[in-house]
């Protein structure tokens, strides 16, 4: 069974422009999560989605949204791009019927931000 | 902040002793997972502890849980040059929302 996988691996933008991050879950994973990961803040929660929906969402600003298709696949994008928005961005998948599965990790899309 | 603390940050060890991180943690939760992560890559489960149960083994893993002091350790036994890496604790409050803590490097010397 194939991995998490996310694209690209590595980006490299400018302060203002957006971004477009995918992420493909495990085959018959219907929950999408996506953390952002900085030396400084360590690992911070973006939000979930189950079958097509928002689930819960953490403290970002509005320029950071996502959307989940009916083939399970994920995407966040972040608008307006900051200097700090540089980070570690992070998918996982899990099967999530219910609350307290396990989180299968993508290898994460390493975002600078020039 | 609702994340939550690792102690140490950092641990330096010989291979072929025992490692031993702590998280503290500030909600009521469901479970706590710990997690590794090797250089700049994806995360990956190494066990499960749910809010009923004080103690679980992995192999060379033994976590332990008090809900009581918001706390839980993770124990590595006679530990490899593979080890190494970052450890993280996260819990889980029921919200599909993981919190995780800051982490502990661990460095095994050959």
């Known amino acids: 069974k194939a991995g998490v996988t996310q694209t690209p691996r590595y980006l490299i933008k400018t302060r203002g422009q957006q971004v477009t991050l995918s992420c493909s879950p495990i085959?018959?994973?219907?929950?999408v999560s996506w953390y952002q990961q900085t030396p400084g803040q360590g690992l911070q929660f973006l939000f979930e989605?189950?079958?097509?929906?928002?689930?819960n969402k953490g403290n970002f600003p509005g320029r950071f949204s996502g959307r989940q298709f009916s083939n399970s696949r994920s995407e966040m994008n972040v608008s307006t791009l900051e200097l700090g928005d540089s980070a570690l961005y992070l998918c996982a998948s899990s099967l999530n019927d219910r609350v307290g599965e396990k989180l299968f990790f993508g290898s994460g899309t390493q975002l600078s931000v020039l | 902040s609702q994340q939550g603390e690792e102690d140490p940050q950092a641990l330096s060890i010989q291979e072929g002793e025992n490692a031993t991180m702590n998280c503290s943690y500030k909600t009521s939760i469901n479970n706590l997972q710990w997690y590794r992560q090797n250089s700049g890559r994806g995360l990956v489960h190494l066990i499960l502890i749910r809010s009923n149960e004080r103690e679980k083994h992995s192999g060379r893993l033994r976590v332990t849980l008090d809900t009581s002091k918001k706390s839980s350790s993770l124990l590595i036994t006679a530990s490899r040059a593979a080890d190494t890496a970052s450890y993280f604790c996260?819990?889980?409050?029921?919200?599909?929302?993981?919190?995780f803590g800051t982490g502990t490097r661990l460095k095994v010397l050959a």
């Open positions: 989605y189950f079958s097509e929906t928002q689930r």
């Open positions: 085959s018959g994973h219907r929950s």
């Open positions: 996260a819990t889980d409050t029921g919200t599909y929302k993981y919190i």
